[in-house]
């Protein structure tokens, strides 16, 4: 059964912090991974990455994949208080019929 | 653990025909979202509901309609289905008690197919 992990579930951070959030995942014709950022009504998306290596970034925000050892990580640098939110991370498999996994999400939360 | 389950896991429609898709929840969640999901595109939110027979659109309600008459269940309707209403269709639910901030907790996805 497909299967996403994230840890921690939830973190606290001062602003200035650099936090690192992982994902690690199982699944089946793996097509594509995905975080994505929650702090309104709907998840808002962040990165998508398919190939081992490749660090996309935007902005403070950047992450890797490394499909060998199956897990992604998203960084963010100089945290600010605008960055608490859920980050979910899910996974696409290669068919596109099947739903997105999603793994359970790491609650963020920064401090001022 | 929270248990979010969707009516359908595959549908095949005609043009033209009335859709339900339903979504049940047992964690006694006050908010229920309904998305689309399509390759290239993620998730796309179409309604939500924060309470029995509260309903508010997302960002593409169109050619869609909601029903929420139990706290449990959310309905999302298509009144005349066409095809590029094709696509996987995600129910989510979320507890509350942080607005929408709460973690969302999703189902497994009906794949429905408009003929």
């Known amino acids: 059964e497909d299967k996403v992990v994230q840890s921690p579930l939830s973190l606290v951070v001062h602003e200035g912090d650099t936090v690192t959030l992982n994902c690690s995942y199982e699944?089946?014709?793996?097509?594509?991974l995905l975080w994505y950022k929650q702090e309104k009504k709907a998840p808002t998306f962040l990165f998508m990455l398919?190939?081992?290596?490749i660090e996309k970034k935007s902005g403070r925000l950047s992450s890797i994949l490394d499909k060998k050892e199956l897990f992604s990580i998203l960084n963010i640098t100089a945290t600010q208080t605008g960055d608490s939110a859920v980050y979910l991370c899910?996974?696409?498999?290669?068919?596109?019929?099947?739903?997105?996994?999603f793994g359970k999400g790491t609650r963020l939360s920064v401090i001022a | 653990d929270v248990k979010v389950t969707q009516s359908s896991r595959y549908l095949v429609k005609r043009t033209g025909e009335k859709v339900f898709l339903e979504c049940v929840q047992d964690?006694?969640?006050?908010?229920m979202f309904w998305y689309r999901q399509d390759p290239g595109l993620g998730l796309r939110l179409i309604y939500f509901?924060?309470?029995?027979?509260?309903?508010e659109k997302g960002d593409i309600p169109e050619g869609y309609s909601v029903s929420r008459e139990k706290k449990e269940r959310f309905s999302l309707i298509l009144e005349s289905a066409s095809t590029n209403q094709t696509s996987m269709y995600l129910c989510?639910?979320?507890?509350?008690?942080?607005?929408?901030?709460?973690?969302?907790?999703f189902g497994p996805g009906t794949r429905l197919t408009v003929l």
């Open positions: 989510a639910s979320s507890l509350g008690t942080s607005g929408f901030t709460d973690t969302q907790y």
């Open positions: 699944v089946t014709n793996f097509r594509s």
């Open positions: 398919t190939s081992s290596g």
């Open positions: 899910a996974v696409e498999a290669i068919l596109g019929n099947t739903p997105l996994v």
């Open positions: 964690m006694d969640h006050e908010n």
């Open positions: 509901s924060y309470d029995v027979k509260m309903k």
